[in-house]
């Protein structure tokens, strides 16, 4: 499975930007799809997730946005469009992908996934 974000750039606060990962060579109709993030200093976290089982997470006390799933035969894209930027969101994004997942993703965590992109920096300023 080959990841690649898109997307990322420099916002003022209180403006909205929109991630995509392109997800290449996910073969089997259930997976999970997965947005976090890390802030300088801090550890990775979760935003948001997607199973094809059981739809849409999103992580508590995490960037507001909205994620939406797309699937062309085997590539599909995830996009997060997020809203209200503050400085504190201030960090690099990255997808991941879990193929062969027919469960709710709200539980996995960033070391069950096994697919990752490259990262793309988000940067809030004024």
């Known amino acids: 499975v080959q990841l690649v974000e898109s997307g990322g750039g420099e916002v003022q606060p209180g403006g909205s930007l929109r991630l995509s990962c392109a997800a290449s060579?996910?073969?089997?109709?259930?997976?999970?799809i997965g947005w976090f993030r890390q802030a300088p200093g801090k550890q990775r976290e979760g935003i948001t997730c997607?199973?094809?089982?059981?739809?849409?997470?999103y992580y508590p006390n995490s960037v507001k946005g909205r994620l939406t799933v797309d699937r062309d035969n085997a590539k599909i894209t995830a996009l997060f469009e997020m809203k209200n930027l503050e400085p504190e969101d201030t960090a690099v994004y990255y997808c991941?992908?879990?193929?062969?997942?027919?469960?709710?993703?709200?539980?996995?965590?960033?070391?069950?996934?096994?697919?990752w992109g490259q990262g793309i920096q988000v940067t809030v300023s004024s």
């Open positions: 060579g996910i073969t089997e109709d259930e997976y999970a």
């Open positions: 997607f199973s094809t089982r059981y739809g849409t997470y």
């Open positions: 991941a992908a879990l193929n062969d997942w027919g469960f709710s993703c709200r539980d996995l965590r960033e070391y069950d996934y096994d697919d």
